[in-house]
């Protein structure tokens, strides 16, 4: 592959993650059941970075590892490992050189190798040093059999330690009635079919601010049912229709984050919907309505919870 077709690739799965709308800097509220955030060679233990950790860790979680572990071919290889029939792999791109005659564009480059390695000057070489792109590919762990069984453990929850409860929010939340699972996992969502709401234990958030944040986000998806406020929320996957009920419940989440008190949430919320607005083309029109929508979802919440309205 060459660098060009790199960048479109890069550049593309970058688009990709702004359009499915995730998190600001991508970045989770709780702690993996993995013990990890960061994305890292599971042999080598080396810690992807740059636009590699960017990548590898959207690939998590949009094809819902649970583990930000990573191989290469020649690693399976290496421990009489298979990958599982249908799996992906990820591209790692990494930076290397060409060194090229000035005069006549010819490839020099194992020439100066050659005398690099053995320390020798290259001085009364014409050359020009030309930088490119390169790749190659991995796998997570989750697509490979017969790994190691330290490559697939978990870390231990009796290592988290609870957060502590807000008592005004905790009022909100047991006033509305929702029907909410609490399971040690990786994801929080809404479950339409089921009117129910998943989070991950309280004790994997990195705090209550944070775990607040995520459960009135996925509250706001909860007023959006038939029995409520009749929302459109059933829309498919990445499309505009998709994001305007993310924004919604997202807008939501801050309104009653600060009405709690929570400032510094707020802080990420406009970050969060001003790189969102950036891809829809600065449309106003789309965060007016999504956030008037967002005010009758986040008076709804308090409403059924027999808290005071927040003031329009």
Request: net charge negative; charged share 25%.
């Amino acid at each position: 592959m060459n660098t060009n077709d790199i960048y479109e690739r890069i550049t593309a799965t970058i688009i990709e993650m702004l359009e499915e709308h995730k998190e600001s800097n991508f970045s989770e509220c709780w702690y993996s059941l993995t013990g990890e955030v960061f994305a890292r060679n599971i042999v080598t233990d080396h810690t992807y970075s740059g636009i590699n950790q960017l990548m590898l860790s959207y690939l998590k979680r949009k094809r819902n590892y649970p583990f930000n572990r990573w191989l290469t071919f020649k690693q399976i290889q290496k421990h009489k490992a298979r990958i599982i029939k249908g799996s992906k792999s990820a591209m790692v791109v990494y930076t290397s050189v060409l060194y090229l005659d000035v005069e006549t564009g010819a490839s020099l480059t194992r020439t100066v190798e050659d005398l690099l390695k053995r320390r020798q000057s290259i001085e009364h070489l014409n050359v020009k040093k030309v930088g490119y792109l390169k790749d190659y590919r991995v796998f997570n762990v989750c697509c490979v059999e017969g790994l190691p069984a330290e490559f697939y453990e978990q870390a231990e929850l009796d290592n988290l330690s609870e957060i502590e409860r807000d008592e005004r929010a905790e009022k909100i939340v047991l006033g509305t009635g929702a029907n909410i699972c609490f399971e040690a996992q990786n994801l929080a969502f809404y479950k339409p079919s089921e009117d129910k709401i998943y989070m991950p234990l309280t004790k994997q958030f990195v705090s209550k601010e944070a775990f607040y944040s995520v459960l009135f986000h996925e509250m706001g998806h909860w007023t959006g049912a038939e029995s409520r406020l009749n929302r459109p929320i059933k829309n498919m996957f990445g499309s505009k229709e998709y994001g305007f009920e993310e924004l919604i419940s997202e807008i939501n989440s801050a309104f009653i984050m600060a009405y709690l008190g929570y400032e510094s949430r707020i802080t990420d919320n406009v970050e969060y919907i001003d790189n969102w607005l950036t891809v829809m083309k600065d449309d106003k029109k789309f965060v007016v309505q999504a956030s008037s929508q967002a005010q009758t979802a986040s008076n709804f919440i308090l409403q059924t919870a027999n808290i005071d309205e927040i003031a329009a």
